[in-house]
């Protein structure tokens, strides 16, 4: 099977513009959950999709959103742009979403915001 | 609330040395406990988990990592460092929460190996 997959790979963009980051889940996984990876911060958790619905959501603000269409895709989409959401973005697929099934996480988008 | 510790953010080890990365974690209920490795530029895979069951856990490429509940523990190790391993490792932990998967990573230990 595929791994994750996430597209673009790298991206540069200035403050204030917007962009939309993809991610195509593992066939048949169900659950995308997204997370911002810094030096400063680490590993923060941004939201989880499933079935096409927000079931979770991690402390950021609302110019961090997302969705996830019928075939699990999904996007994220960062609007007003700072130079603080510079940083890897990471998406993760499990097959359902118990505690004990695993995350299988694409290779990241590099955002970089000048 | 469930949170997760990795003492040393960066350890460095000699070629062909022991491997010991330590995890500890605070939880209110039984978690399940992970241990991810993140090469440069790349995304995070799965080195192994602990769900129920034996407390010793192997992985992939010779790491274990062994549960142990009253020290609230979960070490990943490996008997001998190879050059390859240089990478970050992090810890997490999941539990479920009000009827989703809770994730909790620590903040990661950079394993440096040296010829």
């Known amino acids: 099977k595929a791994g994750v997959t996430q597209t673009p790979r790298y991206l540069i963009k200035t403050r204030g513009q917007q962009v939309t980051l993809s991610c195509s889940p593992i066939s048949g996984h169900r659950s995308v959950s997204w997370y911002q990876q810094t030096p400063g911060q680490g590993l923060q958790f941004l939201f989880e999709?499933?079935?096409?619905?927000?079931?979770n959501k991690g402390n950021f603000p609302g110019r961090f959103s997302g969705r996830q269409f019928s075939n699990s895709r999904s996007e994220m989409n960062v609007s007003t742009l700072e130079l603080g959401d510079s940083a890897l973005y990471l998406c993760a697929s499990s097959l359902e979403r118990g505690a004990a099934d695993t995350q299988y996480f694409g290779p990241g988008t590099r955002l970089t915001v000048l | 609330a469930q949170s997760v510790t990795q003492l040393g953010s960066h350890v460095s080890v000699s070629e062909g040395a022991l491997v010991l990365l330590r995890c500890n974690y605070s939880s209110s209920v039984p978690p399940y406990l992970f241990w991810y490795v993140q090469y440069p530029n790349q995304g995070l895979q799965l080195l192994l988990k602990y769900t129920t069951g034996a407390t010793l856990v192997k992985g992939i490429n010779g790491f274990e990592a062994e549960f142990k509940k009253s020290e609230t523990s979960f070490h990943l190790t490996k008997p001998s460092a190879h050059m390859s391993d240089a990478a970050e490792y992090f810890c997490a932990v999941t539990k479920n929460s009000g009827g989703y998967q809770k994730v909790t990573f620590g903040t990661g230990t950079k394993l440096q190996v040296i010829p």
């Open positions: 999709y499933f079935s096409e619905t927000q079931r």
